[in-house]
């Protein structure tokens, strides 16, 4: 089955960029949905179709999606984006896919 | 508003049987498909499966780890998708959610707050 590899955890200064990767064969071709889940709290989706933000996720929070490589970019970051981010794809089996997650810590 | 709650887990010994639903509100519950996930403690984000719409068939996919074991349904007249699992096991320990998707969308866009599983004898 299909694989995505995620760092298990980034850090990042308050007011910095953090960028997030998940990595998978070929995941350029596909649609990459990232959530966010807070301690104790159910995910949250912030980037869906590779870039596109639901409504009230801030501007702050962006994707890219191209060869094996998708990103999730949190610019000028704030205490509270400090979360577990999880990608997700659909494989060819008509099944849902997860990355390990990526715990962010804000310094 | 769109509101998700799932309901149903507990304490439960390894080999029996447990139901879990989820009672959706907010939306129009017949146009969606509903699924279930699940994250066992201090782990990731497991899907278990997922139920298409009537208009989609109805039909119903599933993980490989609860495959024969766990059966998805849903009643649109009360907007309820349940979750049948048989024969737990004591890895199926985690916090259940249920989610909806689009059945023209690839994404989850709204969860439940989950519901605790504790299979342990």
């Known amino acids: 089955s299909y694989v995505l590899t995620q760092p298990p955890s980034v850090s990042v200064a308050p007011g910095k960029t953090a960028r997030i990767t998940c990595g998978g064969n070929?995941?350029?071709?596909?649609?990459v949905h990232w959530y966010q889940q807070k301690p104790g709290q159910a995910p949250v989706l912030v980037i869906y179709y590779d870039s596109d933000r639901p409504s009230g996720i801030p501007e702050r929070f962006s994707g890219s999606n191209s060869g094996n490589t998708a990103t999730l970019t949190i610019s000028r970051v704030e205490a509270g984006d400090e979360a577990d981010y999880y990608c997700?794809?659909?494989?060819?089996?008509?099944?849902?896919?997860f990355g390990g997650g990526t715990k962010l810590t804000v310094l | 508003e769109v509101q998700l709650v799932e309901s149903g887990g507990g304490l439960v010994q390894p080999g029996r049987s447990l139901r879990l639903s989820c009672t959706a509100s907010?939306?129009?519950?017949?146009?969606?498909?509903m699924s279930w996930f699940r994250q066992a403690p201090g782990k990731g984000l497991e899907w278990v499966g997922f139920i298409r719409s009537k208009a989609y068939g109805g039909t119903t996919e599933y993980a490989a780890s609860v495959k024969g074991r766990f059966t998805i349904s849903r009643d649109d007249s009360k907007s309820i998708a349940y979750l049948q699992m048989n024969s737990l096991k004591t890895e199926d320990t985690a916090v259940y959610y249920c989610?909806?998707?689009?059945?023209?969308?690839?994404?989850?866009?709204?969860w439940g707050q989950g519901t605790l599983v504790t299979v342990s004898s």
């Open positions: 989610s909806r998707r689009g059945e023209v969308t690839d994404y989850f866009d709204y």
């Open positions: 907010g939306f129009t519950f017949g146009d969606y498909a």
């Open positions: 070929n995941i350029g071709s596909k649609s």
């Open positions: 997700q794809v659909w494989d060819s089996s008509s099944h849902v896919v």
